[in-house]
């Protein structure tokens, strides 16, 4: 299932050439996955105190295509491409909503960590079968 999350690009957003600055992809990239999870209400902050895990990138890979910049509308896709038992690998795009160009697009693998102890850990099977479902 491929999920979609909009983001404006705020003047914030830009560098001084008045473009999207490369590093700000990856704090769009995160918001939707984490959108993603919380559509399925798998709140990470209920997950931390319940299940005690956390996520954290493993790696990731960007291919940047074209620059977005000020007051553009983006749409965010992401979709679970590997669930395995410690680890998720998402696969990302963004694009500008008004002529749909590609802009960019990631691989991220996301460890499973106990949070108190920072070790890989199983993704609880609740939530295995939730991502599974949907």
């Given at each position: 299932?491929?999920?979609?999350?909009?983001?404006?690009?705020?003047?914030?957003?830009?560098?001084?050439?008045?473009?999207?600055?490369?590093?700000?992809?990856?704090?769009?990239?995160?918001?939707?996955?984490?959108?993603?999870?919380?559509?399925?209400?798998?709140?990470?902050?209920?997950?931390?105190?319940?299940?005690?895990?956390?996520?954290?990138?493993?790696?990731?890979?960007?291919?940047?295509?074209?620059?977005?910049?000020?007051?553009?509308?983006?749409?965010?896709?992401?979709?679970?491409?590997?669930?395995?038992?410690?680890?998720?690998v998402f696969k990302q795009t963004i694009q500008r909503d008004k002529d749909e160009t590609m802009l960019c697009q990631a691989i991220?693998?996301?460890?499973?960590?106990?949070?108190?102890?920072?070790?890989?850990?199983?993704?609880?099977?609740?939530?295995?079968?939730?991502?599974?479902?949907?």
């Open positions: 299932m491929k999920f979609s999350w909009p983001v404006r690009v705020y003047y914030e957003d830009t560098d001084s050439g008045g473009v999207v600055y490369y590093a700000n992809y990856l704090k769009f990239f995160e918001r939707a996955r984490t959108e993603l999870l919380r559509q399925f209400d798998l709140q990470q902050n209920e997950l931390i105190k319940q299940q005690n895990i956390i996520f954290a990138v493993r790696n990731i890979n960007v291919d940047y295509y074209k620059p977005a910049v000020f007051d553009d509308l983006l749409s965010v896709t992401t979709e679970i491409e590997v669930l395995k038992k410690a680890s998720l991220c693998k996301v460890a499973c960590l106990q949070a108190d102890q920072l070790k890989p850990t199983a993704i609880p099977e609740f939530m295995v079968q939730v991502l599974k479902n949907n």
